[in-house]
């Protein structure tokens, strides 16, 4: 592994959505990180083989069952040896299983304990279940996203699960740890996916503060409201973005769209936007896709084709970034960020559940006839 985390040692409980992609994250910045995978893989592992699980990669693999004694002394062994830990579990569980902070922290006192929720440790929702669209629904960023008349529209999963949840925590770890490596103490992380889509969401609620954006959706110039901040379909029934806000971008729309800017309605006047945005589609809807990417190529007017998960790694902006790679014959964004010195080497493929058991057991100095037992005894796989 290489990376500026190389030598840094991430034990993973596993679980699914934002704690793995914390977990890859820091994976991808060189950190060893050991997955403590169930006996019995989790049921939503059928839906995605090893190979095609990016969010799970760079990291190894070892079955414990965390329901007997020796499987939690096991994970706590690990622990000792172990800068930073993530677990995925509601409010209490890891605590029934005794493998809570203050034991980990006993056995290793500058470990960083990492603790990824929906709904936070504490609150009167923090041992309810819960999904991206519920944590979004509550932070007001779900109310405010959708078209105008219509109903509020799920962003996938991305500004709970993944923006709000994965990147926080994975933010938070590294807080935690470049605290720990000045004073040689550890803490805990609290890090809840309402709290990240709410931070997500916060420039929303300094504009509404200032009276420059009303909660009726699809009217504001961010949430499709204004014709220079839109998604048009072109001839050929494919879309293309434009995002020309300030006026010299404004400017090279129009031209570029055969308009004169002193014949248009001033462009911050929201009344004429819904007429604008009538002009504008019609306009788009003469030509296809890449007709107008020829015509924009050389106009600084904020545009871009929508592309596919399909198309947008051959787009010759990411060809030349090299923003993408094959692992294992499988297509997948490649690490980010990218450092000067310390940079990230090619991710490897997610390990199948408790492939590399007898390899972090060795590590621990467990023999052969003793993984032998642990295993016969069901406390390892």
Known sequence: MSGPLCGIRVIELAGIGPAPMAAMMLGDMGADVVRVDRLRPNPMDQFVAAKFAVNSRNCRSIGVDLQKAAGV??????????????????PGVVERLGLGPSVCLARNPKLVYGRMTGWGQEGPLAHKAGHDINYIALTGALHAIGRANDKPLPPLNLVGDFGGGGMLLAYGMLCGLLEASRSGSGQ?????????????????????????????????MLDSGAHFYEVYETRDRQYVAVGAIEPQFYTALVASLGLKSEELPAQMDSSTWPAMKQRFAAIFASKTRQEWESIMADSDCCFSPVLSAAEAPYHPHAQARGAYLAVDGVLQPAPAPRFSRTQAGAPRTAPRHGEHTDELLGALGIGHAETQSLREAGVVS
């Open 188 to 220: 805990v992380v609290d890090a809840a996916m309402v709290d990240g889509a709410a931070a997500l969401f916060g420039l929303i609620f300094g504009m509404q503060a200032g009276g420059a954006w009303n909660e009726q959706r699809g009217t504001n």
């Open 73 to 90: 002394e096991l994970v706590l062994r690990l622990v000792e040896n172990a800068d930073a830990l993530i677990e995925p579990f509601r």
